[in-house]
């Protein structure tokens, strides 16, 4: 069974950092995009970042671009969203999510519209 199970939420400072972890199982990642996205309250879908790792390809959406960075280890399926200089409107639940096609990643308006996906890890920015 087809499993990612995210990790490393919690509640963190306006400028601080976290880094959330993903662990995939059930399933061969690197014939697999998998992709960092999140939802605030009240708020749609919204993508942060998506890797390859069978075809050497990562892209991040802008509002992700120069704070965030996706990394991942194949050899232990094990993916990583390192997050900096975060603000308070990156308050959001942050899901792991594995798609076929990279159309998903420019198309997906719910976590449902990827193939397997977490159950998501609560990140709260404050002071």
């Known amino acids: 069974e087809a499993q990612l199970v995210e990790s490393g939420g919690g509640l963190v400072q306006p400028g601080g950092s976290l880094r959330l972890s993903c662990a995939a199982s059930g399933f061969t990642v690197t014939n697999y995009y998998i992709s960092w996205v999140r939802q605030a309250p009240g708020k749609g879908l919204e993508r942060l970042a998506c890797v390859a790792f069978g075809a050497d390809f990562t892209t991040y959406a802008n509002s992700a671009k120069g704070r965030f960075t996706i990394s991942g280890d194949r050899s232990t399926n094990m993916l990583y969203l390192q997050m900096n200089s975060l603000k308070t409107e990156d308050t959001a639940v942050y899901y792991c999510?594995?798609?076929?096609?990279?159309?998903?990643?420019?198309?997906?308006?719910?976590?449902?519209?990827?193939?397997?996906w977490g159950q998501g890890t609560q990140v709260t920015v404050s002071s």
């Open positions: 999510a594995a798609h076929e096609n990279l159309g998903t990643w420019y198309t997906a308006t719910r976590i449902s519209d990827f193939k397997y």
